[in-house]
Structure formats: C-alpha cells, structure tokens
C-alpha cells in the first residue's frame, strides 16, 4: 500500500510542485543573498512640489545575484513575507538606510529617508529596539525617518500594532501610509493611529490627466488628507503635466520619474545642488 501511494504522489508531484519548487529555491538563493550581501539599496528621490527641489529620497532594495542578473523586489519581497526571511532583509535595509542617511547629513544634507516595513516586521518583538539602536548608532534626528506601511496592516487592527505604532510615533520616526486607495481597508484607521503622511497610490497618478474621475479621487485624496493633517505625497509622476496639477491641488510631495528614478547613492549628487532643507 505505501509504495502505492508514493506511485500516486510522483505521478502528481511534477506538476503540483513547480511552483512550490520555484518559492523554495528562491527562498534558499534569497537566505544566501542576504548572508553574502547581495542585497543593496537604490534611493529615489522625493521632491517638494512647489519649489521643485529634492527633499529626501525613498530606500528601495535590489538584488544582484553573482552572475550579475538584477532580480526585482516585486519577485523577492512576497517569497520574502511568505517564509519570514523578511524579518532579517528588512533589518538589513534599515540600518543600510539609517548609515547612508548619516553621511549625507555629515555632508550637510538635511534629507528625509523613507524606509518600506513590512507587517511581520513590525510584529517582530525586536523591531523597536533595532529601530531605537539605528537612530542612536548613527546619530539620526528621529523626523528624518519615515516608515512607510501599506494599508494591509491595519486590516487585523491588533492591539500590539497600535501600540507598537504609537512607541514609534512617540519616538519621533514618521510613518506614512504606502500605496494609499488599493488595500480596500477601512479609513478608521487614519484617525486612530498616528500617522503622518499619506502616499497617493501611482495607479490614481496614472489617468489623472485622461479621466476626470480620477482627478476628483487624487483632488479628495489630497482634501481628506489635509483635513486629517496628514501631508501627502504623489507617487508614480511621470510628467510635468501630473507635476503642475500636483501644485494646483496643493499636494506637497512627488516622487516619480519625472523627478528622478531610483538610483545609488552616488548618482544622487546632481539633486543635491539645490536640494530644499526642510
Ligand atoms: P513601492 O513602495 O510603492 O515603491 C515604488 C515603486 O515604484 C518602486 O519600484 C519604484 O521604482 C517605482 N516607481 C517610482 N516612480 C515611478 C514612476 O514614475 N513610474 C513607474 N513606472 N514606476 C515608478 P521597486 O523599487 O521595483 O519596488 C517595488 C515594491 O517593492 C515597492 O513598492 C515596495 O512595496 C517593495 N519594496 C521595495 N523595497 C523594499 C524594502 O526594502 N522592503 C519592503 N518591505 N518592501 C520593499
Ligand atoms: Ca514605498
Ligand atoms: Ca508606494
Ligand atoms: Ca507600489
């Protein structure tokens, strides 16, 4: 009967396990990756629309793999959420973010870095700490740090979350809601937590100059958001077009390629000639 059964399981396994053989072997190349930094971060700038200067810059991860090839973080970050390695990834990508942010503050670069969390991070009993170590290993003004969290956290609305997210805006760190218009989450949220900014999703950013409905959605964005107090910022603007209705609206911040891609830390110097302080 036993060897039945595995005749059973090796006439299905092929086909059913492609895509588990898949998550495993990315999973055992990423655990890899992240030992013999292979890992390393991009930073996209974010402008004040207004004065049409950089402000700071969003941290964004990249993988290059020892045979050169760039994997894409939209291809590792839910194989990463999946198995956990996250939780180690996204300390990486702190403390990097938290180290490149000093030096450009030695440099008297008074940029803000945003940094993408994900929610087992933030469950994590050792985020809070690492957080705290990193603003006081390299000597970081708290308000220079934003964390960005996407509306899917607030969908199991848990006490430890809120709680964890008021130790965090107690600090000083910023946190701002990503992606903001697709996690189909309720807005309660916005006024129980403390959060600061709202970043208006690049799909609303998309077909605001073409369809009028989502102009009205970006322009009530944007009035919600300042009614709450949030500042917001647009992501995904591509045209100088998408910039000048930003400005109209009164939307203080864009991020997009207009302004610029995300790039090493080094081809950032061209925006720091007329970088804005804030
Ligand atoms: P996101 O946080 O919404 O990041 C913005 C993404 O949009 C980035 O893609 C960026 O390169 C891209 N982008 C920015 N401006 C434009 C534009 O004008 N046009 C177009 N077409 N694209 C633009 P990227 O770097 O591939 O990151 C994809 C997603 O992966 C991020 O979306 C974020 O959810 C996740 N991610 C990236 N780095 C990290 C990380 O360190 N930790 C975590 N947890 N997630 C990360
Ligand atoms: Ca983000
Ligand atoms: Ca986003
Ligand atoms: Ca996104």
Request: charged residues 20%; negative net charge.
């Given at each position: 009967?036993?060897r039945?059964?595995?005749?059973?399981?090796?006439?299905y396994?092929?086909?059913?396990?492609?895509?588990?053989?898949a998550t495993?072997?990315?999973e055992t190349?990423?655990?890899k990756?992240?030992?013999d930094h292979e890992l390393?971060l991009?930073y996209?700038?974010?402008f004040?629309?207004?004065?049409?200067?950089m402000?700071?810059?969003?941290?964004?991860?990249?993988?290059?793999?020892p045979?050169?090839?760039?994997?894409?973080p939209d291809?590792?970050?839910?194989?990463?959420?999946?198995?956990?390695?996250?939780v180690?990834?996204g300390?990486?990508v702190?403390e990097?973010?938290?180290k490149?942010?000093q030096?450009w503050?030695?440099?008297?670069?008074?940029?803000s870095?945003?940094?993408?969390v994900?929610p087992?991070?933030?469950?994590?009993?050792?985020?809070?700490?690492l957080?705290?170590?990193?603003?006081?290993?390299?000597?970081?003004?708290?308000?220079?740090i934003?964390?960005?969290?996407?509306e899917?956290?607030?969908?199991?609305?848990?006490e430890?979350l809120?709680s964890s997210?008021?130790?965090i805006?107690?600090?000083?760190v910023?946190?701002?809601?990503?992606?903001?218009?697709?996690g189909y989450?309720?807005?309660s949220?916005?006024q129980?937590?403390?959060?600061?900014?709202?970043?208006i999703?690049?799909?609303?950013?998309?077909?605001v100059?073409?369809?009028?409905e989502?102009?009205?959605?970006?322009k009530?964005?944007?009035?919600?958001a300042?009614?709450?107090?949030?500042?917001?910022?647009?992501e995904?603007?591509e045209?100088q077009?998408?910039?000048d209705?930003?400005a109209t609206?009164?939307?203080?911040?864009?991020?997009?390629?207009?302004?610029?891609r995300?790039v090493e830390?080094?081809?950032?110097?061209p925006?720091?000639?007329?970088?804005?302080?804030?």
């Amino acid at each position: 009967a036993k060897r039945a059964g595995r005749n059973q399981l090796s006439y299905y396994a092929p086909v059913m396990n492609a895509k588990l053989k898949a998550t495993l072997q990315m999973e055992t190349d990423l655990r890899k990756a992240i030992n013999d930094h292979e890992l390393f971060l991009v930073y996209q700038p974010i402008f004040n629309v207004r004065h049409q200067a950089m402000v700071g810059v969003e941290a964004l991860v990249r993988w290059r793999k020892p045979d050169g090839s760039m994997v894409f973080p939209d291809e590792f970050i839910p194989v990463a959420e999946q198995t956990g390695l996250i939780v180690p990834l996204g300390d990486y990508v702190l403390e990097q973010a938290c180290k490149q942010l000093q030096q450009w503050h030695k440099k008297g670069l008074d940029l803000s870095m945003s940094v993408n969390v994900s929610p087992a991070q933030l469950r994590d009993s050792n985020f809070i700490s690492l957080l705290q170590n990193c603003l006081k290993h390299y000597s970081l003004n708290p308000l220079k740090i934003q964390l960005e969290l996407t509306e899917q956290i607030f969908i199991e609305n848990s006490e430890e979350l809120v709680s964890s997210l008021d130790t965090i805006a107690n600090m000083g760190v910023h946190l701002a809601i990503d992606d903001f218009g697709t996690g189909y989450s309720s807005l309660s949220y916005l006024q129980k937590l403390s959060v600061d900014v709202l970043k208006i999703d690049k799909s609303f950013m998309d077909a605001v100059l073409s369809d009028t409905e989502s102009a009205m959605l970006v322009k009530a964005m944007i009035a919600m958001a300042h009614s709450l107090n949030l500042a917001v910022v647009a992501e995904g603007v591509e045209s100088q077009e998408q910039q000048d209705f930003l400005a109209t609206e009164g939307c203080e911040r864009g991020q997009g390629y207009f302004y610029g891609r995300p790039v090493e830390p080094e081809q950032l110097a061209p925006y720091f000639s007329d970088y804005l302080a804030t």
